[in-house]
Nanobody, 123 residues
Framework: DVQLVESGGGSVQAGGSLRLSCAAP????????MGWFRQVPGKEREGIAA????????YYVDSVRGRFIVSRDNSKTRLDLQMNNLNPEDTAMYYC?????????????????WGQGTQVTVS
């Protein structure tokens, strides 16, 4: 059974950085997308970053491009999101997901496996 577990969330001041990690020991394939999503209460879940591990291709929503970096470790057991220059608009619950089919769409509907989320608060 595939389980995804996020960690690394917390509170940070504007301009600061956080690194989120998603442990995924049961998901080692490189053939499908892995991604990060975020959601604030009352709004739809938003795709912010994705990676196609087989080629290392990465995709970002405009609001985070140049500030966030998505990566997968060589052991294929962890997905990371380095978040720099954070601002209050980045405050949300962040989720990792796996088994996506079209990485560039950053569409939650494409993904099958989900973590429980980790809260990021920027003040």
């Amino acid at each position: 059974d595939v389980q995804l577990v996020e960690s690394g969330g917390g509170s940070v001041q504007a301009g600061g950085s956080l690194r989120l990690s998603c442990a995924a020991p049961g998901y080692t394939t490189s053939d499908y997308c892995m991604g990060w999503f975020r959601q604030v209460p009352g709004k739809e879940r938003e795709g912010i970053a994705a990676i196609y591990p087989a080629l290392g291709d990465t995709y970002y929503v405009d609001s985070v491009r140049g500030r966030f970096i998505v990566s997968r470790d060589n052991s294929k057991t962890r997905l990371d999101l380095q978040m720099n220059n954070l601002n209050p608009e980045d405050t949300a619950m962040y989720y990792c997901a796996a088994d996506g089919r079209v990485c560039s769409r950053l569409d939650p509907e494409d993904y099958y496996y989900w973590g429980q989320g980790t809260q990021v608060t920027v003040s």
